[in-house]
């Protein structure tokens, strides 16, 4: 990994600051960027707060979590990047939104860095195809949360070279991450299992064949899942999972994959889980409450 120093990620929402904090411990410096002051500082409060508690645990010392806090360097310009050898985009699940990403971020970084995104269900081809670089393109799909998820997706689109996916498996290992190898289909491998049986949990509850609560305690109980797919739902953020499930509808042409009406009635609700304190559960009190 002696070509990769320098670590950029752009956006600071939950899987931005998660990336930044796996590479700030890995060694890397990290450029965290967002196009807000607020979502940095939260994003940096994350930070910290998730290293404080793998202290406590006792899975890293507390000279690490003092260096690797000093390696993440937060802002809202892009200029930093042109000292980047490595710039991962963690934006909003939106085509347009990474597109124009990728677009300011080739007027900045160098010709030798390389370009990832974090998408968990758009093209990688579609997403290269926007930038400069193609065969220095690839999508690096980490696990939600990051600093404890062990698993990353690498997917190849057409141009990917060879060089850059040897790459990406270098810095997975230096991550201590495990890879696997999805091909560039509408949500590679998780999220084409996973989000289709959220939103049969979530037309299970729209159609009343159980409540909130019997569906999630159902599948915990009867298929030993650590988290309901409600309550899981909810820890993603129901904009992502609509997000996927419309990127899956709409590239594989299949009704399996039709977003349930309920899963839309909530987003445009805005209640988007657990970020917005409610979903299929409230969480302004001191208990999650169901909400439905």
Sequence with gaps: MSN?????????????NGIA???A??????????????????????IEANMSRQVSRSMISPDDM???L?????????????KVDLA??????????????????????????YLATNTSSISITRLAATTDRPE?????????PVPLMKLM???????????????????AKALGKTTTNAEDYPAFIVNRVLVPMINEAVYALYEGVGTVESIDTAMKLGANHPMGPLELADFIGLDTCLSIMQVLHDGLADTKYRPCPLLVKYVEAGWLGRKAKRGFYDYRGDVPVPTR
């Design 4 to 16: 990769i120093g320098t670590v950029g990620v752009v956006g600071a929402g939950q899987m931005g």
């Design 136 to 144: 220095k393109f690839i999508g690096l799909h980490f696990m939600n």
């Design 70 to 82: 000093k390696r993440i360097q937060p802002g809202t310009s892009l200029e930093p990047f042109g």
């Design 153 to 171: 997706e690498v997917i190849r689109g057409l141009a990917t070279d060879q060089d850059t996916y040897e790459m990406a498996l270098g810095f």
């Design 21 to 23: 904090h796996v590479c």
């Design 88 to 113: 991962i985009e963690a934006a909003t699940e939106k085509r347009e939104v990474k597109e124009a990403i990728f677009k300011s971020l080739c007027d900045v970084v160098p010709e030798r860095t």
């Design 66 to 68: 003092t260096t690797a």
């Design 25 to 46: 411990l890995a060694g890397y410096d990290v450029f965290l960027n967002d196009v807000s002051e607020d979502a940095l500082e939260q994003g940096m409060k994350t």
